[in-house]
């Protein structure tokens, strides 16, 4: 099973609400992304967690608030959203890069949530 | 600060034809991915370059990696309709997780 699974897949939020993306893996990477990514754009890291712990955060607006509940889990919350945050939200799994140098080592992404702002 | 630069970012061309898409990166690492994504669709894993000097191919698509020259290259042969995509490079760091993309090629191959 080499698949990321995404939920939901499109999703319409007002400025004001409250909404979650979610991601699971269940290849046993420990290594897991959110890419934010505009029309015609490639994707921006936004986060990363590894072995579960927030390791990289690109200086992403506090409207957007990750979790990591367990190994195979990812969510994304968001609050108070802008139009401008109208995007695809890919999430994606890998090997941490320690263990990147052997088989398995590609970085699998999901489908991806459409996120619309109104 | 990192830069993961793709040339060109456009690319029409005619059936048949060879071309080459470069990926040049300004910190040196081992680890270079080449994903394809179909408008509206997610990114589809092409190559996984993790050493200096590897090279892999698939079907009409050839990639390369020289860690040297902070350089890789994603080479089409006798190009056919079916792989028109924009084509993402993407840089992995040595020292963390980080993977950044490069922008894309969007590439359009004519019949």
């Known amino acids: 099973d080499t698949e990321v699974t995404q939920t939901p897949k499109h999703l319409v939020m007002g400025m004001t609400n409250k909404k979650s993306l979610k991601c699971e893996q269940h290849?046993?990477?420990?290594?897991m992304y959110w890419y934010k990514q505009k029309a015609k754009k490639p994707p921006e890291l936004m986060f990363v967690?590894?072995?579960?712990?927030?390791?990289i955060n690109e200086s992403v607006p506090s409207r957007f608030s990750p979790e990591c509940p367990n190994s195979s889990l990812l969510n994304l919350h968001l609050h108070a959203l802008q139009p401008e945050d109208s995007a695809l939200y890919l999430c994606?799994?890998?090997?941490?890069?320690?263990?990147?140098?052997?088989?398995?080592?590609?970085?699998?992404f999901g489908e991806g949530s459409w996120l619309t702002v109104v | 600060e990192l830069k993961v630069e793709q040339n060109p970012l456009f690319l029409s061309m005619q059936e048949g034809k060879n071309y080459t898409i470069y990926c040049n990166y300004s910190?040196?690492?081992?680890?270079l991915y080449w994903y394809r994504q179909d408008p509206g669709k997610s990114l589809e894993s092409l190559f996984v370059?993790?050493?200096?000097?590897a090279v892999k191919q698939e079907g009409r698509l050839m990639a390369s990696l020289d860690t040297k020259a902070r350089l890789s290259t994603l080479h089409i042969t006798a190009a056919v309709h079916d792989l028109s995509a924009t084509y993402f490079c993407?840089?992995?760091?040595?020292?963390?997780?980080?993977?950044?993309f490069g922008k894309g090629t969007r590439l359009h191959i004519l019949p």
């Open positions: 994606a799994s890998s090997q941490d890069f320690r263990r990147s140098v052997g088989p398995g080592n590609t970085i699998y």
């Open positions: 290849m046993g990477h420990r290594a």
């Open positions: 967690y590894s072995y579960e712990k927030l390791s």
């Open positions: 910190t040196t690492s081992d680890r």
């Open positions: 370059l993790l050493s200096n000097g």
């Open positions: 993407a840089w992995g760091g040595n020292r963390d997780d980080k993977i950044i």
